[in-house]
């Protein structure tokens, strides 16, 4: 029992427990006399097929949204002994809303995914739930903190090397706030990158409507914090994405090579005493 949900069920007078691992598991081994972890197995229209057995179970609320239990055999065996459906379907639509890491539609219905589904150790193997993939917005801020993209620049530090907050992205934020769809529930700011990315962030979609304020034409329109005079730019056509990056003056000699080479540039630009145009564009 968990914040009044009972995961699993009780059997035999309440002296057996089955863990939601096992019910409708093992056909052919039981864990209670009177077989109640098999009633309903096979006339339940909610069905998935179980990542541990192959077998055709079904979806009870105290199976859902349940963590996956890890046994250690030894220093070197990890048996992961809770199923989990193919389709991951057991881990949506949770009753405890403790246990909700984001709302979302589903097959085009409203649902959620679990904290023990997103963004998480071992969870690569997850398939996407939400259709429009937030669930899968996880990103490897260092080598040993995996996060996802909304728990980056709230303000709580997540990673040991403080990667989350000092990351690049943080650094211009928007100046109207909104609360974000996944972790805190606070009304926070943004990065500017999150906006009209095609991936709505905020809880009311406010960050892909265009509303916001821009700076610049052409290649050099970017959102900016607040309205304000816009300042000369440096273009880069980034070598992975062949998208043109837009990066300020303030920063482009900062010894971070957002486009993989103008830091060479910084350096030749030392011997110039003055910029006279208002972008410089890197072919």
Request: proline share 2%.
């Amino acid at each position: 029992v968990c914040n009044g949900y009972t995961y699993g069920l009780y059997c035999d007078n309440r002296t057996i427990y089955v863990n939601p691992g096992d019910i409708c598991g093992w056909k052919d081994w039981r864990m209670c006399q009177d077989g109640s972890e098999e009633i309903g197995c096979e006339s339940n229209p909610i069905i998935c097929t179980s990542t541990l057995t192959g077998r055709r179970i079904p979806l009870f609320n105290y199976t859902r949204c349940f963590p996956r239990l890890v046994v250690k055999l030894d220093d070197k065996t990890v048996v992961n002994t809770q199923y989990s459906c193919i389709n991951g379907l057991d881990q949506t639509n949770c009753s405890d809303n403790a246990r909700v890491a984001v709302s979302c539609r589903i097959g085009g219905y409203t649902s959620t995914v679990s904290i023990y589904a997103v963004c998480v150790d071992g969870g690569d193997d997850y398939p996407r739930l939400c259709d429009d993939g937030i669930d899968k917005e996880c990103v490897h801020v260092s080598l040993n903190c995996l996060i996802h993209k909304h728990q980056m620049c709230d303000g709580q530090v997540d990673c040991a090397d403080h990667g989350d907050e000092n990351n690049e992205i943080c650094k211009t934020q928007t100046y109207k706030t909104c609360e974000r769809r996944f972790g805190s529930k606070a009304s926070l700011t943004f990065p500017l990158s999150w906006i009209n990315d095609g991936l709505a962030d905020c809880m009311d979609g406010k960050d892909e409507e265009n509303i916001w304020p821009t700076c610049g034409v052409g290649e050099t329109m970017r959102y900016v914090t607040q309205n304000e005079s816009c300042q000369e730019v440096f273009l880069c056509r980034s070598s992975s994405t062949e998208k043109t990056n837009v990066i300020e003056f303030s920063t482009l000699c900062d010894k971070i090579d957002t486009c993989g080479n103008e830091n060479n540039i910084c350096k030749k630009s030392r011997h110039h005493k003055k910029v006279i145009a208002n972008a410089i564009l890197d072919r």
